[in-house]
């Protein structure tokens, strides 16, 4: 079971063939990582490009190379050297595929993936460009989705906190036009609401949305996808220490309630950790979907399945 | 043959039965080095998790598990990115618990590695935090004393340097105290003497001391355990720079002494390098012990043997 | 098939049999490559150690060890924290000897490779010592004009740009003089000439040579090497922007002529890219071919051909 791309860049990219395909294939994975990996990849080294720190991302993608029997070789952030000496992304991209058999990259720029797949000799995931697109996250937030209910078809889905800013619910959305009747909230002070781009696009594809500024209106969804108000995103602090805490879930909130809390971590304040025991508090269980969902991703984009 | 606790934080956790099986096994693991590894951990990932920079222990730990067949997944000092994002360190453990099957952290605060273990959903190692605990390298200096001496009961220990802040010397303290007739001589500048925590247990424990200022009364113990004074501990530099060189052992010192020198590196002025030449200066082999201590313990605390 | 040394640190240590050895078993590596890797150093570690952040050359190496079926661990730059406690290159290497079978480091200081073998208890390859040596660079740009010329012996080899400070170009020179009628040409602004140990080699080894200012004179070599003017190199920041241009190929230089374009990369604005589709733009299949040069080097100084 194949792709249609060589290149994963953009959630803009994929048909629900594909998601279909990812989701099958993740649930596989599943499978082989509960019999502690296999040897799939052997032989194959993925190139872990961050030119931003992520942990997070770049731990469950090399993770997931490594359960596949694959190798790794990682450039880290601080210490991507070629940057400092004004080598082109595309110079850069080119010479690590000499490296590598599939890349991952992290950059700081909008449209770096983009630039960087037009080039890369190799097959070429996109793991976050700046305030772009991050699509990984929103395959894994899919497929979280639909181990916690079952389904996509049919669903609210709340999105809560900074959506202006907020890459994860951005590739979400445009993931979620792919499923039938959906429906969306949007929950976000005024400073921070879903940018043009994502409101056009849910009027082109007919989803049902709302715009909200209270929680409340979050707390009956299928769904709650919750984010944090990023503070490296805002130039005037000020307004960030006013925004920060603006929401808040707390256990109380969802008291009686089956609502799927999800957030794509790290939290700071946004999610009380009275949360975190409650059957529906997701968040951690969709941390560990990255894992299959990457593994699902590099074994297909290899065209080893 | 196993250990009666998932996590290993402090030295104090351990019982005498604890450190007799661990040396055992990490003996075993000498022959096994000596054949050049084994598959035992094959598809297991360590995490390996250094908020602070620590070469030596980390790239000890990761050698150790790649000597045992597994992979590793890295996150060190500055590109830990979530740290800088606000997230607690019980969030990034159980994300992290979702990457691998075995966790190793340095962390500059004390208690963080108990923070780490209370909620880690994997084995976890204390790697060191910050003027805490740092229990492998307390095995390590007990395999490495058991090697050079060929026993541990009745020897007399000599600690040099900085007993405040040096926290091997602490954790050390703490191991020996499960052997018989011990005898331990605690040499230091009055500002950086043993803390009261070692002190109380060594009279809890009936364990023979002195405490010195001299690095005379060191020289006819069986073991002389050297410590660097810490730069990086001190927060008024005149006062570093005035204890800096206070010991310094030559070889001079040691002729026709016996006693064996160790030091968990790295030193500075604090022992000579004339006295690297000297059959009885065991520094280097002691951090060679590192590798199988650390493979006994990840093999041990992953249940494989 | 072994090499007459343990460590690689200059290029000078090299003979016509060592090269011709070394480019022999490259070009099976190649095989191997194209076959998916081996198993050779299964078992093996390489400790990469870079002390001055270098993605390509690191990802270069880990790449090499990792298609031979070994395992790395890495210290790189930033993190690399016993420097910054002060312990000696001299410890700090024979402590990292503890952890791994070959070293491959970088180190921003002349003469640090040569001061790290001397102490090193494993094969210890120099990946750049500041401004002196980078044998693996040169070995590499070797067997590239052999791959793009099919010999060595009897070609015009033009060298452009910061022939000063550019180690690439210096180890090149080395390496080239045991070659046969080998014509070397050196392209560079007054500032930035070669210095005089390469000049006094050339005349010693009565290789013909010739010093210019011109780009043109280096059009009509079989090879022009071209090297970036190193901002990192300049406590001057404004000579370094009034020479940072000087020289600058375009396509329009070479029409009609097949000179092969090799750079040690990564390029500003030196080559411009509109040379980058040329047949004769060589350069990235020279990034490549430091895979199969490194891995034949660990194979070789691990004693496993």
Redesign the interface.
Known sequence: MGLPFTHLTSTKQLSRSDTDAIVGVAQDMEGILKK??CDLLR???L?SL?Y?????T???F??AM??LGG?I??????????L????SI???I???S???DIIAMRHPEVGSADRAAAVSLVPFINAGDGPGQHPTQALLDLFTIQKECGKIDGLKVAMVGDLRFGRTVHSLSFLLGLYDKITLVFVSPKELTMPEKVITFCKEKGIAFSEERALDAALTADVLYMT?I???RFTDHSEYERLKSVYTLKAAHLKGKRTVIMHP????TEIATDVDALPNAAY?RQ??N??PVRMALLAMLLGKL
């Open positions: 502690g990996g032989g194959k080294i190139g961050f931003e720190p992520s942990t997070r770049r731990l469950s090399e993770s490594q359960r190798d070789v990682t450039a880290d952030g601080i210490q991507f050297s070629s400092y000496k004004g080598e595309e110079d850069t080119v010479v690590a000499q490296y590598c944090r990023q503070e490296e971590l790290p939290r700071v951690f941390v560990r990255g894992v």
